[in-house]
């Protein structure tokens, strides 16, 4: 099938692109970094996607992924505003199959930076509105909602040993997910999956049970 992937030049988004790559699918990638993904059924587009006048014409894609995010940097431009621009662009057409959002734990709970939670709590509603516009395709629309990811962005706490001690005592399992785990939610969501849709999927541990969010001190 036909993938786009918004954010494949690191971390949930990499991984979601090589494990496509891996199933043999056709990958399209967007960000406003270069990739170090090198596959013969792989494009990499260099584009910001809070830019929707710059944002390339691809027709006929079956999958999409609105991965790309960020963390206090205008994080409404482009944790929601982009994602918009980006699935109303490519998705809501008849070739579409399945649309799936990057949201997080944090849109459950609440409890992460103000303008963060904001942006991805908006990514919850803005689901269950696609879905309901791309049904009549016989399409899907989900957003699959990580807690703790080990990625480049988390590094700050995993590599500080009292908070993330601190972060495991509010982690049922123990431990986070890698990127690949990710990737392959993503999967199942996206292609397995044909009738689940609207909904808000959180894969987090068990940790937004305990509502206690950890992180560096900013100030």
Known sequence: MKVLITGTSQGIGKAIAEHFLKEGHEVIGIDRKE???SHSHYTHFLC??????M??????????INNAGTQNEDDIDINLK???YITEKYAVQPKI???LNIGSASAHTGSEFPEYCASKGGVLSYTKNVAIRIAKYGAV????DPGGVITPLNECVINDPMLWDEIMKETPLKRWASVEEIAEWAYFLTVTNRFCTGQNIL???GESINYNFVWKDQN
């Open 35 to 37: 990739s170090g993904i």
């Open 48 to 53: 910001d996607v809070r830019n929707k006048e």
């Open 55 to 64: 944002l390339p014409d691809i027709d006929d894609i079956e999958i999409l």
């Open 82 to 84: 982009a994602l918009i």
């Open 97 to 99: 199959r399945s649309v």
């Open 141 to 144: 629309c989900n957003s699959l």
């Open 203 to 205: 894969v987090d541990g």
